[in-house]
Every structure is written in structure tokens, then in C-alpha cells.
């Protein structure tokens, strides 16, 4: 048990320093990618939307992988 506590703050530890490590090569860590894709998505979607009403469902051609995952998934 002692040895899984020692793992858990030596991983917590080198995660600190990364973070800390990072903007100092360029890098930024994005923290808002979720609430930014999200809107991205939801935007998709009123302009695919937009398109079913204006085409018809027939000729509707909409990228909807922001809404379920495993398409994304299933083609890789």
C-alpha cells in the first residue's frame, strides 16, 4: 500500500513539473477544448440544420461527427 501512495505522489509530482515545463518550450495547455468544441459542434449542427430545411433530407450531406464519437472510432 505504501509503495501505490509513493507511485501516485511521484506521478502527481512529475505532472506538476510538466505542467509548470511546458510554457516554457511554446507550449500551452489548452484548458477550455471541451466549451470550445462544444460550441464548434453545436454550430455544426444549425448549419446542417439550416441545410435539411433549405435541400430536403435527400440531399443533406452533414458531418456529424462531433455528436457521436464512436463514428469517429469505427472509420480510423
Known amino acids: 500500500m505504501f509503495h501505490f501512495l509513493k ?3 511521484w ?3 512529475i505532472t506538476v513539473i510538466i505542467y509548470l ?3 516554457l518550450f511554446g507550449y500551452e495547455v489548452n484548458l477550455n477544448y471541451f466549451n470550445k ?3 464548434r459542434c453545436q454550430q455544426t ?3 446542417c440544420s439550416k ?7 435527400k440531399n443533406a450531406k452533414c458531418d456529424l461527427k ?3 464519437p464512436e463514428l469517429i ?4
Open 45 to 47: 449542427l444549425s448549419d
Open 7 to 9: 507511485f501516485i505522489v
Open 11 to 13: 506521478v502527481a509530482g
Open 73 to 76: 472510432l469505427k472509420k480510423k
Open 21 to 23: 515545463a511546458l510554457p
Open 37 to 39: 468544441s462544444t460550441s
Open 66 to 68: 462531433c455528436v457521436n
Open 51 to 57: 441545410k435539411m430545411l433549405e435541400n430536403g433530407a
